[in-house]
């Protein structure tokens, strides 16, 4: 029964192994290799359509093995991958790509083929010339190639991955992607295969080039010593450019290519022989030529000094000795120079002083730009922008420097009128917020004085003069110590406050004050973190803002208000979050001017006071808001002790 199993199974498996045993002429029993290769991969390795392993690459292991004395079973792998290299399952790999990265996994034999990327897009396409062009675009491309590393170093290329490059072939053909980028020799095949030359275009035919080779397992150097004498073989003795030929035909037949060969030794005979008859016909068209260029340079240099004296920026260049080699038209008004400073040498003179200055500073690959104030005998000062940069080249290194200049004397007048027009304007509006605050209690005072000869013996008259009256002198009095607080210059009177403490602190009377209110007061703020500040200013600060928070949520459901804080890179920013109704767009910008307010009995200048103590001590305060969601004010407070 074992005899009968053993011979079913040999006459099963004798067939398959026969199939796909190496092309040599050695029996099976003597030493296999274990050959990995792509099935999908022409022309150097694919299955043919009797599913035998064909192409370039396993025709030169089959050669190299009959020559080797070695047999071979192939294995179908991705090539891309050494794992199974490494793990053992195969013992070498057909035309694998070298690469630093893989030699540190597997040995390689001397290179077999140098091949190159090329870049496919159908002919209609106007947009794809080159590798720049894939951006927002989607390509086609192998798993594991050499071009999808390149394509993955392409800033917005979107890459359709196909198991092999027949198969990212046939994405495009589908035209499931915008472009193919793959190895050109595959590209060649499928293409004559499938007859495709009509529609695509081969844009860039040379992208990466890189070397093919056998991948043995790492440390078998004697696999690979006798690998690198079969390829050294077969090229000796002719049979490797045999199958060169076979798998990689010329661009074009063979019979072409003899006669574009003979018709370049005739053309080159022809040249040869009327040589010395052109010879002096063709130096004097190389004297005319000669003469046109420098001529059309002559044009060329008159119209970029033109473009140069028409614009608005002063330009000089500097050699690297220092000598002005290039000034144009507006440089020399900005210097009130009368003759062209060409040739002049800037070092020691003091006309180009502030030049000389802005050269000796390190200016790094950006360049480097600021002011300088320009004062010369017999002419105004004048405010001048300039921008400086290195002049290098590869070969030379640096050549000089470039300076470009701008005269921002008349924008700098422009812009102190500009302030001025503003501070006129805020104290305008400062004088009418004071004039609405005063008149609205003098006007209401003035009309019980009025009636005050006719109604002093009315009782219901008394009592609301009574009550009204100093309600409204209170006002008044309201309004000016507001505005003594706003005019008095305050030195801060700083220390070190621990945050947590300090806002504790300042929220307690309000908690006890609002007790009967369902208000939560978080105080998030972490302990520990401590700021340098007049602590009564800013507990000023916090009153008005938590009084302004009271308010908001006056009419919410939910009534919170959360303080928290963080620092970072050294400054510290203090949030005060509530979930009133928040602030309307047009109100925001709005916020920090004096006398500005929303509220009935407001008078407008707590937000004012609060923005100029936290100026005083050098911070920021900003407000994020959503209407219907809240409010939050950001103190920001700079690092140290400001």
């Given at each position: 029964m074992r005899?009968?199993?053993?011979?079913?199974?040999i006459l099963?498996?004798f067939?398959?192994?026969?199939?796909?045993?190496?092309?040599?002429d050695?029996p099976f029993?003597?030493h296999?290799?274990?050959v990995?290769?792509?099935?999908d991969?022409?022309?150097?390795?694919?299955?043919?359509e009797?599913?035998?392993p064909s192409?370039?690459?396993v025709?030169l292991?089959g050669?190299?093995?009959?020559?080797?004395?070695?047999?071979?079973?192939?294995?179908?792998?991705?090539?891309s991958?050494p794992?199974?290299?490494?793990?053992g399952?195969?013992?070498?790999?057909?035309?694998?790509?070298?690469?630093a990265?893989?030699?540190?996994?597997?040995?390689?034999?001397?290179?077999?083929?140098?091949?190159?990327?090329?870049l496919?897009?159908p002919?209609?396409?106007?947009?794809?010339?080159?590798?720049?062009?894939?951006?927002?675009?989607?390509?086609a491309?192998?798993?594991?190639?050499s071009?999808?590393?390149?394509?993955?170093?392409?800033r917005?290329?979107?890459m359709n991955i196909?198991s092999?490059?027949?198969k990212?072939?046939?994405?495009?053909?589908?035209?499931?992607?915008?472009?193919f980028v793959?190895?050109?020799?595959?590209?060649?095949?499928?293409?004559?295969k499938h007859d495709?030359?009509?529609?695509?275009?081969?844009?860039v035919?040379s992208?990466?080039?890189?070397?093919?080779?056998?991948?043995?397992?790492?440390?078998?150097?004697?696999l690979?010593?006798?690998?690198?004498?079969g390829?050294?073989l077969?090229q000796q003795?002719?049979?490797?450019?045999r199958?060169y030929?076979?798998?990689?035909?010329p661009?074009?037949?063979q019979?072409?290519?003899?006669?574009q060969i003979?018709?370049?030794l005739?053309?080159?005979?022809?040249?040869v022989s009327m040589f010395?008859?052109?010879?002096?016909?063709?130096?004097k068209?190389?004297k005319r030529?000669i003469?046109?260029?420098?001529?059309?340079l002559?044009?060329?240099?008159?119209?970029?000094?033109?473009?140069l004296d028409?614009?608005?920026n002063?330009?000089?260049s500097?050699?690297?000795?220092?000598?002005?080699?290039l000034a144009n038209?507006?440089?020399?008004e900005i210097?009130?120079?009368?003759?062209?400073?060409?040739?002049?040498c800037?070092?020691?003179?003091?006309?180009?002083r502030?030049?000389?200055r802005?050269?000796?500073?390190p200016?790094?690959?950006?360049?480097?730009?600021?002011e300088?104030?320009?004062i010369q005998?017999?002419?105004?000062?004048?405010?001048v922008?300039?921008?400086a940069?290195?002049l290098?080249?590869?070969?030379?290194?640096k050549?000089?420097w470039i300076?470009s200049?701008?005269?921002?004397?008349q924008?700098?007048n422009?812009?102190n009128?500009?302030v001025l027009?503003e501070?006129?304007?805020?104290?305008?509006q400062?004088?009418?917020?004071?004039a609405?605050e005063l008149?609205n209690?003098?006007?209401?005072?003035?009309v019980?004085?009025?009636?005050l000869?006719?109604k002093?013996?009315d009782?219901?008259?008394?009592?609301e003069?009574?009550?009204?009256?100093?309600a409204?002198?209170?006002?008044l009095?309201?309004v000016v110590?507001?505005l003594?607080d706003?005019?008095?210059?305050?030195?801060?009177?700083?220390?070190?406050?621990?945050l947590?403490?300090?806002?504790?602190?300042?929220m307690?009377?309000?908690?006890?004050?609002?007790?009967?209110?369902?208000?939560?007061?978080?105080?998030a703020?972490?302990?520990g973190?401590?700021?340098?500040?007049?602590?009564?200013?800013m507990?000023?600060?916090f009153?008005?803002?938590?009084?302004?928070?009271?308010?908001a949520?006056s009419?919410?459901?939910v009534k919170?208000?959360t303080f928290?804080a963080?620092?970072e890179?050294?400054?510290t920013?203090i949030?005060i979050?509530?979930?009133?109704?928040?602030i309307?767009?047009?109100?925001?910008?709005?916020?920090f001017?004096?006398?500005?307010?929303?509220?009935?009995?407001g008078?407008g200048l707590?937000?004012y006071?609060?923005?100029?103590?936290?100026?005083?001590?050098?911070?920021?305060?900003?407000?994020?808001?959503?209407?219907g969601?809240?409010?939050?004010f950001?103190?920001?407070?700079p690092?140290?002790?400001f």
């Amino acid at each position: 029964m074992r005899k009968i199993i053993l011979c079913t199974l040999i006459l099963v498996w004798f067939p398959v192994i026969s199939g796909w045993a190496a092309q040599t002429d050695l029996p099976f029993q003597q030493h296999v290799l274990r050959v990995g290769f792509e099935r999908d991969h022409p022309p150097f390795s694919y299955l043919d359509e009797n599913g035998r392993p064909s192409g370039f690459s396993v025709e030169l292991i089959g050669t190299i093995a009959r020559h080797a004395g070695l047999g071979l079973r192939y294995v179908a792998i991705e090539t891309s991958n050494p794992e199974p290299l490494d793990q053992g399952n195969i013992d070498l790999v057909l035309g694998m790509k070298y690469s630093a990265a893989h030699n540190e996994l597997v040995d390689f034999s001397e290179s077999y083929l140098s091949l190159s990327d090329a870049l496919v897009v159908p002919k209609e396409n106007k947009e794809i010339y080159n590798l720049s062009g894939l951006k927002g675009k989607t390509v086609a491309v192998q798993r594991g190639s050499s071009a999808y590393d390149i394509l993955e170093d392409i800033r917005n290329v979107r890459m359709n991955i196909a198991s092999s490059q027949t198969k990212a072939l046939e994405i495009l053909k589908h035209q499931r992607a915008d472009a193919f980028v793959g190895n050109y020799e595959v590209i060649r095949h499928y293409f004559t295969k499938h007859d495709l030359y009509s529609d695509y275009d081969v844009r860039v035919n040379s992208i990466h080039s890189y070397e093919y080779a056998f991948a043995v397992r790492k440390g078998n150097y004697e696999l690979v010593r006798r690998l690198n004498e079969g390829i050294k073989l077969v090229q000796q003795n002719g049979e490797y450019r045999r199958m060169y030929n076979h798998w990689f035909p010329p661009l074009f037949p063979q019979d072409t290519l003899w006669r574009q060969i003979a018709w370049l030794l005739g053309s080159v005979s022809i040249a040869v022989s009327m040589f010395m008859l052109f010879i002096y016909m063709m130096n004097k068209r190389l004297k005319r030529e000669i003469g046109r260029h420098t001529k059309r340079l002559r044009n060329y240099l008159t119209f970029q000094q033109q473009i140069l004296d028409t614009i608005d920026n002063g330009i000089f260049s500097i050699n690297k000795d220092k000598i002005i080699r290039l000034a144009n038209k507006r440089a020399m008004e900005i210097w009130n120079l009368k003759t062209d400073p060409v040739n002049t040498c800037i070092s020691g003179s003091s006309l180009f002083r502030e030049i000389e200055r802005i050269l000796d500073l390190p200016l790094d690959e950006k360049g480097h730009e600021g002011e300088f104030v320009l004062i010369q005998e017999g002419s105004d000062e004048k405010l001048v922008h300039y921008y400086a940069a290195v002049l290098r080249n590869d070969l030379d290194g640096k050549l000089g420097w470039i300076i470009s200049m701008q005269d921002r004397t008349q924008e700098k007048n422009l812009q102190n009128k500009l302030v001025l027009q503003e501070k006129l304007r805020s104290l305008g509006q400062l004088i009418a917020g004071i004039a609405h605050e005063l008149r609205n209690p003098l006007t209401s005072m003035k009309v019980f004085i009025e009636l005050l000869p006719y109604k002093i013996d009315d009782l219901r008259y008394r009592q609301e003069f009574m009550k009204h009256v100093p309600a409204e002198l209170r006002r008044l009095n309201h309004v000016v110590e507001d505005l003594l607080d706003y005019t008095r210059s305050k030195v801060p009177v700083k220390e070190r406050v621990d945050l947590h403490e300090f806002l504790s602190s300042v929220m307690k009377p309000f908690e006890i004050q609002y007790a009967s209110q369902p208000i939560q007061w978080i105080n998030a703020v972490v302990p520990g973190i401590s700021l340098y500040f007049d602590k009564q200013q800013m507990k000023q600060v916090f009153i008005n803002l938590i009084t302004n928070a009271i308010d908001a949520i006056s009419e919410s459901n939910v009534k919170a208000i959360t303080f928290e804080a963080e620092t970072e890179d050294g400054c510290t920013s203090i949030r005060i979050i509530d979930t009133g109704a928040g602030i309307p767009d047009d109100e925001m910008s709005r916020l920090f001017q004096p006398f500005h307010t929303t509220k009935r009995n407001g008078v407008g200048l707590g937000l004012y006071i609060c923005y100029n103590i936290l100026s005083e001590h050098g911070g920021d305060i900003d407000v994020q808001s959503v209407p219907g969601k809240g409010t939050t004010f950001t103190l920001k407070f700079p690092g140290g002790e400001f």
